[in-house]
């Protein structure tokens, strides 16, 4: 082990050996918290002698879950086999596998991703007869996630009398949860809460787990919000072993719900605990290291740290001024094509460098350039693998044989491949389980024997029924690929796509063997992959999990994204107020803080050169606006970054209103009124982000479609003034006509 050690600094070692008793290490970007997490229970098991399935080391990503059981296990071999190292949610879902039942649910159920709460919420919503122009879904579903994360149970959540929404809220979260359980389903903060409850009310359980896990460790600890700080407190309570391992300076997710205060105050609930902090960087060169820690350096609530790193010092940093967004992109093509020529100094892959932006939207001007250049690039957190139609169809089948409750997962593939069963049919299906106390499955299995359907929807209906009933049958023998393919063959779900023969039909059959490809590997390494485990696996996937470095690409992502990458060569583009800082998040110290936190988790990706864009012009629907450079760009000195001179442009620089969104005169037709004539095919993927600042950021149009948070969903009439006083004339559906200051409306554009 001393030969082990060496591998670490001292100050490492030290956070290594610290192993009784609560320990806080602030671990800076770069610092190599990850090897240290990994020596430290290599170091339990073979130097303390601690049994591996006595240790619990938690993150945020399976991707990081793995790298550290990876790294253990190349220190240790076969000894580290059995070390618990698992997501919250991952760790969560296997406790409640096994003790689930005093809760109300059976030990199959299911686990509903982000799309599958908001289909399950907008089906309670319509039940109850709420307005989404009022009460916008998004909204009520974001506020549900925000009291699981706070720990708070519908019976214990108290609306305000005077405040209509809270009061929606608590009847839409009532009954949301009443289906849950009525379908054996949960969401991902239903995972936290009911451990904690579980917990709480049987303390034998509780025990049990106090006695497994004797050491905790807790990795990315800024990011814990305050159920799952619950849950560790109460598992650590009894021997307080718990070492947590994070920094402050990167806790960029309280918009999920992350308390940076987690890590501030950890002295507070734990006040013998031992500090120590972790400041050597290993991954940047001295300059960018120093413009991150001096930009940083103007946060308030910080646990104040100077990283310093033994890296040459490396180029300074790079900011570029675009005429527009188009320029701006031009300028990051040519200096990947610069850096990427066979001619250049030192030619580097196109696996080497990483553009990262904001917002979504801000990916389409540098897409566009990067196309027209021939140049491969991959976006990351982009529409998930497992968030693809084809594939949630498979998974639906999958979670309905393990589950047949599972109402919502019925009625996505009763009738798909078409089979003749109709909405209406459904319909009264659902009617009549309603009617019987009955879950979906279960009431339409007893519809057919009362006959209360018609004879042609009857048939149908048990020739569903036969089907599915042969898969569960068919899961008790077969291993997970072979039920699939089975199911895929048996239903018709490939032939369909074959007979169909478009391109389209091609990538989704090809996703779909990817599908059973992954099922087959987990098979040929010898893991036990039951229908559960497998469902629980896809289920609690992140956007991090999903991305390879595979083949020689440029990587596009958001800031948040980034989170745990590292890349040679970094370009950040819209370094401008209103985008970094987003506009959103207003000016609020708090807001302002996370938001320079973000930039810095951009800065700190960047091992050897970092460039910096902005542009003094920039395109939101259809108007051109002049924007203010990034405060963040003043926090960093001069003689630290270098401006790159713009060249002529030999064109004309004039353009047509293009942006985020294009034609929008097909809104407004000036001799009929507004019409509704769509432009999706127009939309970037990101229109869920664009909200009207206080500040009027985006100008309105006559014919945008808006909502406000009081009067719903309406059209703008018309416009009047510019920037801070611009007024519009708005007509409402459920109050008519209504003028408004812009600046102060807090308007959503639908369209």
Same mark, same amino acid.
């Given at each position: ?50 049994? $591996? ?45 096994? @003790? ?24 309670? /919503? ?47 979260? +009532? ?50 919000? *305050? ?67 001096? /930009? ?98 498979? *998974? ?14 019925? #009625?996505?593939?009763?009738?798909? $491949? ?17 009617? #019987? ?7 339409? #299995? ?33 291993? *997970?690929? +072979? ?6 063959? !048996? ?28 099922? /087959?590997?987990?098979?040929? %390494? ?33 800031? @948040? ?6 890349? $040679? ?24 803080? !996370? !938001? ?48 790159? %001179? ?7 620089? !004039?353009?047509?209103?293009?942006? *985020? ?40 149009? /006559? ?23 611009? #007024? ?24």
């Amino acid at each position: 082990m001393i030969s082990l050690l060496n591998d670490l600094n001292p100050v490492q070692q030290k956070a290594v050996l610290e192993t009784e008793g609560p320990l806080l290490v602030f671990a800076g970007a770069g610092s190599g918290k990850t090897r240290v997490l990994t020596y430290r229970i290599a170091y339990l098991i073979q130097e303390k002698g601690i049994a $591996p399935w006595n240790i619990l080391a938690v993150t945020f990503t399976n991707k990081a879950a793995d790298e550290m059981k990876e790294r253990v296990e190349r220190l240790l071999g076969k000894s580290a086999k059995g070390t618990w190292v698992s997501t919250f949610h991952s760790a969560c879902a296997r406790i409640l596998r096994r @003790h689930i039942e005093p809760l109300g649910f059976q030990r199959n159920f299911v686990i509903y991703d982000e799309q599958d709460q908001e289909r399950h919420l907008k089906t309670v /919503m319509k039940e109850l007869d709420v307005d989404f122009r009022m009460f916008n879904p998004r909204a009520i579903q974001s506020s549900i996630d925000q009291l699981k994360n706070e720990g708070i149970t519908p019976d214990q959540y108290h609306p305000s009398q005077f405040n209509i929404f809270q009061k929606r809220l608590a009847l839409v979260y +009532q009954r949301y949860q009443e289906d849950l359980q009525r379908n054996n389903a949960l969401d991902f903060g239903d995972l936290l809460t009911f451990v904690a409850i579980l917990f709480r009310r049987n303390p034998e359980i509780l025990k049990s787990y106090q006695e497994l896990c004797r050491y905790v460790m807790v990795d990315e600890f800024q990011d814990t919000n *305050l159920i799952q700080y619950h849950l560790i407190r109460q598992i650590v309570d009894a021997h307080r072993n718990i070492c947590v391992v994070g920094d402050d300076d990167q806790s960029i997710y309280r918009w999920r719900g992350a308390q940076v205060g987690n890590i501030l105050n950890f002295g507070k609930d734990f006040p013998e605990a031992r500090i120590i902090t972790l400041e050597q960087n290993y991954r940047s060169t001295q300059n960018i290291l120093q413009a991150a820690n001096l /930009m940083v350096g103007n946060n308030r609530s910080r646990k104040k740290k100077v990283l310093w790193t033994e890296n040459p010092e490396g180029e300074i940093l790079t900011h570029y001024v675009g005429e527009d967004e188009t320029d701006e992109a031009r300028f990051v093509i040519q200096k990947i094509r610069e850096l990427t020529h066979p001619s250049s100094e030192s030619v580097r892959p196109y696996r080497e460098i990483a553009v990262f932006y904001r917002i979504n939207a801000q990916s389409r001007a540098i897409e566009d350039e990067l196309v027209k250049q021939q140049i491969p690039y991959t976006i990351v957190g982009g529409l998930k693998f497992y968030e693809r139609k084809e594939i949630k169809d498979i *998974l639906a089948y999958l979670k309905l044989i393990a589950n047949p409750p599972d109402g919502l997962s019925l #009625k996505r593939i009763i009738n798909v $491949p078409p089979r003749g069963i109709g909405d209406k049919t459904i319909e009264k299906i659902e009617t009549f389980s309603r009617e #019987k106390g009955l879950p979906l499955y279960e009431g339409m #299995k007893q519809a057919v024997k009362e006959d209360w359907l018609s004879v042609a929807a009857k048939g149908r209906v048990e020739e569903f029924i036969r089907l599915i009933e042969g898969f569960r049958e068919e899961a008790m023998r077969l291993t *997970l690929s +072979q039920l699939t393919m089975a199911l895929l063959r !048996e239903s018709e779900y490939l032939q369909k796509l074959k007979e169909e023969g478009t391109d389209e039909a091609i990538s989704r059959m090809e996703n779909i063997d990817e599908l059973v490809n992954v099922m /087959m590997e987990l098979e040929r %390494e010898g893991e036990a992959v039951s229908l559960d485990t497998f469902l629980d696996k896809v289920s609690l996937v992140s956007d991090v999990d999903l991305y390879e470095d595979k083949g020689n690409r440029v990587s596009l992502m958001t800031l @948040h994204c980034a989170k745990g990458l590292e890349y $040679p060569l970094v370009f950040i583009v819209g370094m401008e107020e209103g985008i970094l800082p987003h506009h959103r998040r207003g000016e609020e110290i708090a807001d302002l803080e !996370e !938001e320079r936190r973000l930039f810095y988790v951009g800065m700190t990706r960047a091992k050897e050169r970092l460039f910096l864009s902005r542009a003094e012009r920039r395109y939101t629907f259809g108007v051109g606006r002049a924007n203010l450079s990034s405060r963040f760009l003043d926090e960093i000195p001069t003689e630290l970054i270098l401006l790159e %001179e713009r060249e002529e442009n030999p064109y004309d620089r !004039e353009r047509p209103a293009t942006g *985020l969104f294009t034609d929008w005169d097909t809104y407004f037709d000036k001799s009929n009124g507004l019409t509704d004539q769509s432009t999706e095919e127009n939309l970037s993927p990101s229109r869920e982000e664009i909200v009207l600042s206080p500040e009027g950021f985006f100008p309105l149009k /006559m014919g945008m479609r808006v909502r406000h948070p009081k009067f719903g969903e309406g059209r703008v009439k018309s416009v009047e003034g510019m920037d801070e006083d611009q #007024k519009a004339t708005i007509i409402f559906q459920s109050v008519g006509s209504k003028k408004l200051q812009v600046r102060n409306a807090n308007l959503e554009i639908l369209e």
